[in-house]
């Protein structure tokens, strides 16, 4: 920790700090440039993977790193810091890892795992489409049986890395329920189209994947029929959120870290625009925001990591309280920059146009404000 008030130990400090290291080497110095030609080079997730950080959630024995979910939160807090567009490719490559560790059979696992944890095949997340996004049960993309395969029609958007990945996990309707497949990115019928200048996040490399006829065979299908949305869609989305509330913490962090040394430095008034009480009180609330978002972030980690039956409404959580306050502290340290915040080249505006991204991916605010209240625990009183 460079800066804040923290409750981490010291061996989850020196966890963060050395992916903190490969941060501030590989990563933060080029956030800046990767935003503004809209792309992170291929070499930046190479690297990952040799760093072993792509394997974080597949076993030992598929060539995985096997974190526990406090070191995978803690480790999407230092790329968070640095990058949330390349945060955001580790983001949905986890969430393809961990739903063919959870929900692949033997032979998918050894054909896919060991390529996913290297690096040498990245995955995406085709869930979204462009009239069903929160409200997913409303996909329109079809797969159909066709012999000892099936044939998936329909359009993808919004796809994070979808530019750049190797390996699709997509969700169709099929039989009247839905269900999940891996599809490769060379498969005939499978067409990707970028998606570039999006508000934020805008090298995580967005595309948009149209499935016409696309033929795939019967080891695509991943879990049982009729299982893609509930349960494998909903636990891929689990730690979809989880890594975005972590990384979320690492935006907030960066703002803190950026709007203390701003503040301490730029003078008006006859002293450093810190002196000022009312700049103090944007720092105080954005300290004690991303010190609370931790906090939260490192709660969920232990108790998904226990399988407690409260680790998903504590997830939920952690995302909304992450990604809330990540964008007010965006906002503020914009603010604390003045016109140095608007700046095209500086970070300010990158970090606040990505901060915004946080409140709608993975369960928007709006989404995420209805169900917390449905998930708190409550155990009736029996007269
Ligand atoms: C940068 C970026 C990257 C993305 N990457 C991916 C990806 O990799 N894979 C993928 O599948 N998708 C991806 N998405 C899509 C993302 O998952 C959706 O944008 C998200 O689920 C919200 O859906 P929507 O945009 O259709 O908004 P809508 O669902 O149309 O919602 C619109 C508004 O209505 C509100 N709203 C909706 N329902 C309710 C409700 N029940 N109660 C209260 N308010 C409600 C929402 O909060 C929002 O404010 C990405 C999106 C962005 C912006």
């Known amino acids: 920790m460079r800066a804040g008030v923290h409750s981490l130990t010291d061996v989850q400090n020196k966890i963060l700090q050395s992916h903190r290291r490969f941060t501030e080497d590989e990563i ?52 968070g810091f640095g990058c949330s567009s390349v945060r955001s490719v580790l983001t949905v490559h986890s969430m393809v890892s961990q739903a063919v560790t959870r929900w692949g059979n033997p032979d998918q696992r050894r054909a896919w795992l060991p390529r996913l944890a290297s690096g040498e095949q990245v995955g995406a997340f085709a869930l979204s489409e462009a009239e069903a996004g929160s409200d997913v049960a409303q996909i329109a993309t079809v797969a159909e049986n066709d012999g000892d395969g099936y044939v998936l029609s329909g359009t993808k958007r919004w796809i994070t890395y979808g530019q750049g990945a190797d390996v699709f996990l997509v969700f169709a309707r099929h039989n009247g329920r839905h269900s999940a497949f891996v599809v490769g990115r060379d498969t005939p019928g499978l067409t990707v189209t970028p998606i ?24 695509a299908l991943l879990g049982r029929p009729g299982f893609g949305l509930a349960p494998i869609a909903a636990a891929a989305l689990d730690v979809g959120r989880y890594s975005v509330a972590w990384g979320s913490v690492g935006l907030a962090q960066s703002c803190l870290e950026l709007s203390l040394g701003h503040a301490r430095e730029r003078r008006a008034f006859g002293g450093p625009v810190f002196d000022h009480q009312l700049v103090q009180r944007l720092i105080t609330d954005m300290a004690t925001g991303v010190s609370a978002a931790r906090l939260l972030c490192l709660q969920a980690g232990e108790l998904v990591q226990s399988g407690a039956p409260t680790a ?72």
């Open 196 to 219: 570039d200048g999006m508000l934020g996040t805008r090298a995580s490399m967005l595309a948009e994947l149209r499935f016409d006829k696309c033929r795939v065979p019967r080891s």
């Open 28 to 79: 933060a110095p080029h956030a800046n440039a990767w935003d503004q030609v809209g792309r992170v080079p291929r070499e930046v997730v190479a690297a990952m993977g040799a760093a072993g950080y792509l394997g974080a959630l597949i076993p030992a024995e598929y060539g995985g790193t096997e974190l526990d979910m406090t070191e995978f939160g803690l480790l999407n807090e230092a790329i």
């Open 312 to 383: 998903v409404a504590a997830v939920w959580m952690a995302k909304y309280w992450a990604s809330t306050s990540a964008f007010r502290a965006a906002s503020d340290t914009v603010q604390i920059h003045g016109a140095y915040g608007c700046d095209p080249d500086g970070s300010p505006q990158r970090l606040f146009r990505d901060a915004k991204v946080m409140e709608i991916i993975e369960g928007s605010t709006q989404i995420q404000q209805t169900m917390i209240a449905r998930l708190v625990p409550y155990e009736e009183k029996r007269s």
